[in-house]
């Protein structure tokens, strides 16, 4: 079984930087694409970016990028995404989600297997 957990959320002053992790179990980074979607109170959930072995460059939404770098570390089979200078509106929700075969895409419903969601909230 696929599994993904998050981890690196947390509470963060405006201009301030975070980075999120996702490692799944069961399944390496490389046979994936990973992609970050963030969902904000009273909000539809939004894709952030994804990366994928298929794809010579990461996908980033319009609204992050220039602010946020997403990467991956095959040896330690996590997919990091590196937030900078974040601002009030960047608070959400932020989910993993995995898709096989790795083909990055921004339709959230494409996604077989997601995490938990880890919270960003910015606040000075």
């Known amino acids: 079984e696929v599994q993904l957990v998050e981890s690196g959320g947390g509470l963060v002053q405006p201009g301030g930087s975070l980075t999120l992790n996702c490692t799944p179990s069961?399944?390496?980074?490389?046979?994936?694409?990973i992609g970050w979607f963030r969902q904000a109170p009273g909000k539809n959930r939004e894709a952030v970016s994804c990366i994928a072995t298929s794809q010579a460059a990461p996908y980033y939404a319009d609204a992050v990028r220039g602010r946020i770098t997403i990467s991956r570390d095959i040896a330690e089979n996590t997919v990091y995404l590196q937030m900078v200078r974040l601002e009030f509106e960047n608070t959400a929700v932020y989910y993993c989600a995995a898709l096989r075969p790795p083909l990055c895409t921004e339709t959230a419903a494409m996604y077989d297997y997601w995490g938990q969601g880890t919270q960003v909230t910015v606040s000075s």
């Open positions: 069961g399944i390496t980074v490389h046979e994936l694409a």
